[in-house]
């Protein structure tokens, strides 16, 4: 693995499953993680459970409010697609100034297929952005199972590809993927392809529902 930057990363949401998982994930490869949830009770007992299994593997993380999260030049939307803009107009202030990480994916299920349910801007990332006018909104994460994660006894390997509008904080995020052993971070344009992202992620989840898969995003010859 390359050398990378041990960056500051608040999680919003940290105590559900995609952003425990990624917590640890990010803390055992050297960064210091700000484990947010509503409760710091709740935090402190996540952080917990995870250091009981991990032991000093996820040293980095530090339980906190959502609002003490957002005390880092990156954090992390974690929170269920149905809670994500509730959480952004709360967290508006604070996040000013911040790059804003989406990995929301609205999604209806109908069966054994699942839906995309896009908002008025088209995407989850592109609602966001309008509402956090002075933040730099990026996307990653949205095919990434988060069982993947929270196995740190599991190699990962897979693609993510990361959007944005701001090419630093693109960059930024794209470091961030890196920094992860075999994950692969692809640059995909701006937020005007989160729709594309967001929607193609409904896809996988019913391929791996139908065929009884746990595939993931990689892209050959590159």
Do not use: Y
């Amino acid at each position: 693995m390359e050398q990378f930057r041990p960056m500051r990363i608040g999680i919003l949401g940290a105590t559900g499953p995609a952003g425990a998982g990624l917590a640890a994930r990010l803390a055992s490869v050297g960064h210091e993680v700000l484990f947010g949830s509503r409760a710091v009770d709740k935090a402190k007992t996540a952080v917990d459970q995870l250091q009981a299994q991990w032991g000093e593997r996820v040293n980095g993380l530090i339980p906190c409010d959502n609002a003490w999260a957002c005390d880092a030049p990156v954090v992390i939307l974690a929170v269920n697609a149905d809670s994500v803009i509730p959480t952004v107009r709360e967290q508006a202030e604070r996040l000013a100034g911040k790059i804003v990480v989406s990995m929301a994916n609205n999604l209806t299920r109908n069966g054994n297929e699942f839906n995309a349910v896009l908002p008025p801007h088209g995407s989850v990332a592109a609602e966001i952005q309008a509402l956090l006018w002075r933040s730099r909104v990026v996307t990653a994460f949205h095919l990434v199972p988060a069982a993947e994660f929270a196995d740190l006894n599991h190699s990962m390997e897979s693609d993510v590809v990361v959007l944005g509008d701001d090419d630093e904080a693109r960059e930024a995020l794209m470091e961030i993927t890196a920094s992860i052993p075999n994950l692969r971070a692809l640059d995909g344009g701006s937020l005007r392809n989160a729709v594309g992202m967001e929607t193609f992620a409904a896809v996988l989840l019913t391929i791996n529902v139908r065929h009884k898969m746990k595939a993931s995003l990689r892209l050959t010859t590159i």
